[in-house]
């Protein structure tokens, strides 16, 4: 690189090297780590204050000036969002149509509370959470729910969730679904460290994790056996909006699917690999009787089912 491409905004170091401030501050935990590192706030002064005072959250919400209410529906900080064209930060599109969906959402649990509200129904924040929301996220925009989740994540947005959580205490009510969501969050956690040990300990420094590349993010991958691995809780948590992401963007990669912590699915030999058998025969026999089986379904329904008693054995050196 050219000393005319120097700027302040230009990062010499670490994961983001030769990438701008702004590819930075979208990674919110690695943020939180910066600002705990004495060599960024020594020697990187100027970045050490712009990430100390970056706030995205600063960038969609107004200020709630109205004091002549205290009604919770108009002081509620995610009732008060800019709309996309008033926003004060730049997206990329498919930000735009990730944030154009979560206002609609917001806007949406809104106006059942006012609806609640003028019907004089005993609890207006008794409101039901919308169904299949991520699902219909990527029928609606042919975006996958992970980019969705990237979004929120980047801008310290709440998850629709974590929104219903909030309305509902208003009128002394629990939210199970917000705790159901905490919990299959820590789970996938969890297991993608588990199956990350694994694959460190086999593939070493050729293991790539959380890779990102043509706007998709890989949880695993090897680039030297062009392989890539996706951890899922479960065969219903497959994407097919991320499959064909993956698929276009890595023609001549392979996809492995890491499922639960007893299952391989080598999508290229047509093979599923468990340590429970009887588990996934039964499922590829219910697939045949579903209503709307997904892509994913379709395309696993007459693989062969091997039992391994390790499936630390599939992976080579």
Not at 18 to 34: A, E, G, H, Q, T
Not at 166 to 193: D, M, P, R
Not at 254 to 281: A, E
Request: hydrophobic share 30%; net charge neutral.
């Amino acid at each position: 690189m050219s000393n005319s491409n120097l700027d302040y905004d230009l990062i010499t170091f670490g994961k983001y090297k030769d990438k701008k401030l702004n590819d930075v501050l979208r990674d919110r935990p690695y943020c939180k780590w910066l600002l705990t590192q004495d060599f960024f706030k020594n020697n990187y002064e100027y970045l050490y204050n712009r990430v100390l005072k970056y706030n995205p959250l600063d960038f969609f919400l107004k200020s709630y000036t109205n004091t002549t209410s205290d009604l919770f529906i108009d002081t509620y900080q995610y009732f008060n969002l800019y709309p996309l064209e008033e926003l004060k930060i730049e997206l990329n599109e498919e930000e735009k149509e990730c944030y154009k969906f979560y206002l609609d959402t917001i806007s949406d649990l809104r106006s059942r509370i006012v609806s609640r509200t003028i019907r004089n129904e005993e609890n207006v924040y008794d409101i039901k959470a919308p169904v299949k929301w991520l699902q219909n996220f990527e029928t609606e925009t042919n975006i996958s729910r992970e980019t969705f989740k990237t979004f929120i994540t980047s801008y310290e947005l709440p998850n629709i969730t974590t929104v219903i959580e909030e309305i509902k205490k208003q009128g002394n009510l629990i939210y199970k679904g917000a705790k159901s969501y905490k919990i299959a969050k820590e789970n996938s956690v969890l297991q993608e460290l588990y199956w990350e040990k694994i694959l460190k300990e086999k593939y070493k420094e050729h293991l790539g994790t959380q890779f990102k590349y043509e706007k998709c993010i890989f949880d695993f991958i090897n680039i030297k056996t062009n392989t890539i691995f996706e951890v899922k809780l479960a065969l219903k948590d497959f994407s097919e909006t991320q499959y064909k992401k993956y698929i276009t963007a890595l023609k001549c990669y392979r996809i492995i699917y890491l499922i639960d912590y007893d299952c391989v699915i080598n999508i290229q030999k047509g093979v599923i690999y468990t340590t429970n058998k009887d588990k996934y025969t039964l499922y590829q026999y219910q697939i045949s009787h579903m209503k709307s089986p997904s892509k994913f379904d379709k395309i696993i329904k007459d693989f062969t089912v091997i039992e391994i008693s390790d499936l630390l054995d599939l992976f080579g050196t």
